[in-house]
């Protein structure tokens, strides 16, 4: 029977940098909603909140096929579950991206200092 090896740290590192921003990308997409649905948001460009929304979430712009209450059931379901894992993807991405520019940035400076 063989032991099972634990993960480096360095690559949990990166686990946790992914699942914070997921959370954090889909509770943007939440809090837009519920602020859309509410009526603070306009469901069309002409208000200011409007652009800071699309600016923290931008798969926001899917609202405006779809009024903030809808005639389907189905139909807000999949719109608002759109909004809201697309924004979590969203978020993923961007901080995947961050973490690899940082790490290539943290080697090649210890590269150069050894």
């Not at 409007?50 to 999949?78: E, K, Q, R, Y």
Request: with cysteine; proline share 6%.
């Amino acid at each position: 029977m063989q032991a099972v090896q634990r993960t480096r740290p360095k690559e949990n590192y990166f686990v946790i940098v992914l699942s914070l921003s997921m959370v954090l990308g889909m509770a943007v997409g939440v809090a837009v909603h519920f602020l859309w649905t509410r009526g603070l948001i306009a469901p069309s460009f002409s208000h200011p909140l409007t652009d800071v929304a699309l600016l923290l979430c931008p798969p926001f712009i899917l609202s405006l096929t779809i009024a903030p209450t809808p005639d389907s059931a189905l139909a807000w379901v999949l719109v608002v579950g759109t909004i809201v894992f697309a924004n979590g993807f969203l978020y993923a991405g961007g901080a995947s991206f961050l973490y690899f520019i940082v790490v290539t940035i943290v080697r090649r400076m210890k590269a150069r200092a050894a």
